[in-house]
């Protein structure tokens, strides 16, 4: 069993992209979540999870109930060692205590301290609401801590995301669009979609590039179109710049030459309302490419102003999750994830 320390305040998105990296993602509590097992290489391209850990067992959130539970618990390596305690959302824990408390633990069973470098790394993870027993947890012998307790997560590190979305804000890249999407948004669309090495990944309105680039960075072959030639300039030069392979080209996204079948995602975000210059029908436009979708691949995420849900119905699909991203007061984004 893992424990997923989550990024961001919606854990239900986290968690749908987590799935992308994790089997069996469930919650534990706010911030967390545990799965049956990870693939460590796609936990490292993940936006919305800062770690993955191999999960000692769970308690009530008290430094006292963590010390127990490592005393308890079976460990099967040795070498050196450092303890990295972290509070999630509004507890109130004292983290330098925790780190002191379980490293003196670790101390008296022959581990040696190393900060900088070490063997392994211990997670000491405390949130704010308790959850129901784990497994890991019943059998270490030590009782969790009832809802509203608070809970305290032990794990070894396992793998962590690369956090170097920074680097790729929209302002900084060589072609930018105001209303281009934030590098995070784009990761965890990407990854959502099934972007990684061997996947093909189609944006039929692929606008500066944005997610195409977070696609191509995980590994996946990107395919992108655009209704204006200076969109797929642009993208052409976004994606050049950060080292990424593609194919582009100017064209309509009710209409893309390729074969059924022949991508393993799709993912656009579709354009929003008056801010949009495009010409004619909205509605019609979303709609063919929904169904134009469907055609090319299993898989698509749609992010737009609105929901889309009845269209993609309409165009074959099955909404299987739903999400609102508030941008700011004026702007909230619509996901769908469908299949």
Known sequence: MYLLELAGEDDAFARCEARSAASAVSPLAP???????????????LAYTHRA????????????????????????????????????RDTAVDTQRAERELGSVLVDRGFSVDLEDPDHEL????????????????????RSGTPGDGICALGWLAAESRRDFGERMPTDKPFFQPGSMDPLLARAIANVVGAGPDATVLDPMCG???????????????????AQGKMVRGARENLAH??????????DATRIPLRDGSVDGVVFDAPY??????EGDLAALVEGALAEARRLAPRAVV??????AGAAESAGWTVEERFERRVHRSLTRYVLVLG
């Open 31 to 45: 911030g967390l979540a545990t799965a049956r097992g990870i693939d460590a290489r796609s936990v490292r391209g």
């Open 53 to 88: 850990s191999e999960l000692l067992g769970t308690t009530s959130g008290e430094i006292d109930s963590a010390r127990l539970l490592l005393e308890l618990a079976g460990i099967d390596r040795e070498g050196s060692v450092r303890v990295r305690a972290r509070r999630v």
């Open 123 to 142: 997670r000491a993870v405390f949130s704010a609401d308790g959850a129901e027993p784990r497994s890991a947890e019943r059998s270490s012998g030590v």
């Open 208 to 226: 500066t590039g944005g997610v195409l680039v977070e696609a191509g960075l995980v590994g996946a072959r990107v395919i992108g179109a655009d």
């Open 242 to 251: 950060y080292g990424v392979g593609f194919d582009l080209f100017r064209g």
């Open 273 to 278: 309302g008056r801010q949009s210059k495009v």
């Open 303 to 308: 992010v737009a102003d609105r929901s889309w």
